[in-house]
């Protein structure tokens, strides 16, 4: 029982970490994951944490059951009768979004399965996305009289123009091969290799500077929009900086001296246990 006497309510969001990377899984598959303020409160708390944890270099957010997320629980979205202007529930899901693409950490989204409307809002703020090629898409929000307004903030910064329109105008359902064309993914791989793809991606990350990696994220996004001489003049100094900073010092002379800079996490320091989920 809880501090008052009742029950403790269930989590819909677990964590768990190994090896210096969080998984952070959805785990509501009653409703296909969908976003409800139940969910979202969980998933924030999570992601604060993972945020906060010295120990954690990178992040999986993934679910259970067929579905990643359907998206908005429609559920709550309904109006009371005389309140049909209400604003619908969106708790913290913009807040949730910018967590994720502006996280220091990189985030790599391990779609479990489909993903629809609000979910492919969250799959587009991941830096990595990795679907098995039997999940499909759809931004389906149109065909209810919606707009897909707070997901255009992450999603159209992914599709190519004329796919984010031909998809989000009509609503139409695309293959994970379609949506690694178009941007929405970074793979799609038969399932039983999404696992060890998922892996893949952690390791590779994990051998790179914590620092270096939070930088290079806002590189990949900030650069393309500075003027050229602008962009070089800035460039040059940052690279100056990176050289001599602490973490580019270690960096060299773990190459120099044939080891593994500081921040590779090394097995044996695992805490015992650490894996299990909470």
């Known amino acids: 029982m809880n501090s008052d006497g009742g029950w403790p309510v269930e989590r819909l969001v677990h964590k768990e970490v190994s090896g210096g990377v969080a998984t952070i899984t959805l785990d509501s598959p009653r409703n296909r994951n969908a976003l ?6 969980d998933l924030e708390d999570r992601l604060d944490w993972a945020l906060a944890d010295e120990s954690v270099r990178v992040i999986v957010l993934t679910g259970t059951g067929p579905v990643f997320c359907a998206g908005a629980d429609l559920k709550e ?8 202007h209400e604003a619908p529930v969106t708790a913290s899901f913009p807040e949730i979004m910018s967590m994720i693409w502006e996280s220091p950490k990189p985030v790599i989204c391990r779609l479990n399965g489909t993903a629809r409307a609000g979910g492919l809002g969250l799959v587009a703020a ?3 996305a990795i679907a098995p090629d039997s999940a499909s898409f759809a931004f389906t929000e ?11 903030v992450t999603v159209l910064r992914r599709l190519d123009p004329r796919a984010a329109a031909e998809y989000l105008l009509t609503g139409e359902v695309f293959s994970a091969a379609r949506a690694q064309e178009i941007g929405l993914l970074t793979r799609a791989v038969p399932e039983q290799e999404l696992d060890a793809t998922v892996a893949h991606y952690a390791g ?15 590189l990949v996004r900030s650069v393309p929009d500075l003027a050229f001489e602008e962009g070089m003049r800035r460039m040059a100094e940052l690279s100056a900086q990176r050289f001599t900073s602490a973490e ?8 120099m001296a044939k080891r593994p800079p500081s921040w590779v996490p090394q097995p044996e320091t695992a805490a015992e246990g650490s894996g299990a989920r909470r």
């Open 36 to 41: 409800s303020v139940r969910l979202l409160g």
């Open 77 to 84: 979205q309904r109006a009371e009768p005389g309140n049909a």
């Open 126 to 128: 991941c830096d990595f």
């Open 142 to 152: 149109v065909r209810l009289g919606v707009v897909p307004a707070m997901i255009a």
């Open 204 to 218: 590779m990350l994990l051998r790179g500077g914590p620092e270096a990696l939070a930088i290079t994220k806002q």
């Open 248 to 255: 580019g010092q270690e960096g060299i002379a773990a190459f």
